[in-house]
């Protein structure tokens, strides 16, 4: 059963940082491509920073030099530090995994990002 749980989330002004944490069990994690997601308030989820299975990262041209994914095939976790934060980047943060044609989802993370 696959399971992913983020944390991490909070309010913070603007400028500021955070790191969300995904903690995944139930696949092979190493093997896999994972993605880090933002739904912002009124809008649709959308993809903000991929990690493949190598270590190859791509991100969401709003994000770039500000955000790094990463992730650590011991425990596996994968992280998002988001730093110099803005206000659009408030919303719900969730981490995602493409399993047997399938994505799964965890329950999400808020982050807040006002003065």
């Known amino acids: 059963q696959v399971r992913l749980v983020e944390s991490g989330g909070g309010s913070v002004q603007p400028g500021g940082s955070l790191r969300l944490s995904c903690a995944a069990s139930?696949?092979?994690?190493?093997?896999?491509?994972m993605d880090w997601n933002h739904q912002a308030p009124g809008k649709l989820r959308e993809l903000v920073a991929r990690?493949?299975?190598?270590?190859?990262?791509n991100y969401t041209d709003s994000v770039k030099g500000r955000f790094t994914i990463s992730r650590d095939n011991v425990r596996n976790m994968v992280y998002l530090q988001m730093n110099n934060l803005k206000p659009e980047d408030t919303g719900v943060y969730y981490c995602?995994?493409?399993?047997?044609?399938?994505?799964?989802w965890g329950q999400g993370t808020q982050v807040t990002v006002s003065s």
């Open positions: 995602s995994v493409n399993h047997r044609a399938r994505v799964y």
């Open positions: 139930g696949i092979n994690f190493k093997l896999y491509t």
């Open positions: 990690i493949e299975s190598r270590g190859t990262t």
